[in-house]
C-alpha cells in the first residue's frame, strides 16, 4: 500500500521559514519523480516543485512565483522527499501535499493526506 | 500558458446523470495520447485520481464514472450519480511541463 505522510506544518509569520517533510512507503521512491502541489483556502490546486530520480541527475523544477525561496530535495535512503520555504508570504497560506508522478502519462496518482502551513502575524 | 476552464458547480438529481466539462485554450493532445486527468475531491480529503489519459479508469473507481474528449475538450460523466458522489472534480493537463497551470479550478458537484 502506498503511503505519504507530510509533516513539518504550522503557523508562522511573513519572511520566517518552514521545511516540510513527506515520508513515504510502498513504492519505488528511488525512481521516482517526486511533487509538491499546495491548495489555497479558495480550494485551488497550484503545482510548485518537482525533483526528479538520480538517473536524471535529480534535475529540479519550480513554479516561477515560488522559484529562490523554496527548495525540493530528497533523500533516496529515507524514502523521502523535502520542501524547505523561506520568506514565506501570507499567500503562502495552504494545504501543502507530495504525491509522486506516473510518468506513463504525467498525472498524481497517490496524494498524501497534506499538511497545512499558515503564514500570518 | 494553458489554461484549463470549468464551470464553477453544477446540480444534478440522484439517480440521474452529471456531466462536467473541461475546456483547453491549447491542445493537449500528443502522439495519440490526451493528457488530460481528473480528480475527485471530498471535503476535508485529499484529490483522488478518477481518470487518466482521457478515458481511462484509476485502480478502484467504479464504471459509473467515465471520461471522454480530445484536443481542447474534454468530459467526465458520472451515470447514476450517487450521494457519495458530491465533491468537487478537478481537470488536469499534463501536455505542458513543467506544471505550471495544471490544474482546472474545480467543478462542485452538488445534489438537487
Known amino acids: 500500500e502506498v503511503q505519504l505522510v507530510e509533516t513539518g506544518g504550522g503557523l508562522v509569520q511573513p519572511g520566517n521559514s518552514l521545511k516540510l517533510s513527506c515520508a513515504t512507503s510502498g513504492f519505488t521512491f528511488s525512481t521516482a519523480w517526486m511533487n509538491w502541489i499546495r491548495q489555497t483556502p479558495g480550494k485551488r490546486l497550484e503545482w510548485l516543485a518537482q525533483i526528479e530520480d538520480k538517473s536524471n541527475n535529480y534535475f529540479i523544477s519550480y513554479l516561477e512565483s515560488v522559484k529562490g525561496r523554496f527548495t525540493i530535495s530528497r533523500d533516496d535512503s529515507k524514502s523521502s522527499v523535502y520542501l524547505q520555504m523561506n520568506n514565506l508570504k501570507e499567500e503562502d497560506t495552504a494545504i501543502y501535499y507530495c504525491?509522486?508522478?506516473?510518468?506513463?502519462?504525467?498525472?498524481?496518482?497517490?496524494w498524501g493526506q497534506g499538511v497545512m502551513v499558515t503564514v500570518s502575524s | 500558458d494553458i489554461v484549463l476552464t470549468q464551470s464553477p458547480a453544477l446540480a444534478v438529481s440522484l439517480g440521474q446523470r452529471a456531466t462536467i466539462s473541461c475546456k483547453t485554450n491549447?491542445?493537449?493532445?500528443?502522439?495519440?495520447?490526451?493528457?488530460m486527468h481528473w480528480y475527485q475531491q471530498k471535503p476535508g480529503q485529499q484529490p483522488k485520481l478518477l481518470i487518466y489519459?482521457?478515458?481511462n479508469l484509476a485502480s478502484g473507481i467504479p464504471a459509473r464514472f467515465s471520461g471522454r474528449g480530445s484536443g481542447t475538450d474534454f468530459t467526465l460523466t458520472i451515470d447514476p450519480v450517487e450521494a457519495d458522489d458530491t465533491a468537487t472534480y478537478y481537470c488536469?493537463?499534463?501536455?505542458?511541463?513543467?506544471?505550471?497551470?495544471?490544474f482546472g479550478a474545480g467543478t462542485k458537484l452538488e445534489l438537487k
Open positions: 504525491t509522486p508522478l506516473n510518468n506513463s502519462g504525467d498525472y498524481f496518482d497517490y
Open positions: 488536469q493537463q499534463s501536455r505542458n511541463l513543467p506544471f505550471m497551470n495544471t
Open positions: 489519459l482521457a478515458s
Open positions: 491549447q491542445n493537449v493532445d500528443y502522439y495519440g495520447n490526451s493528457y
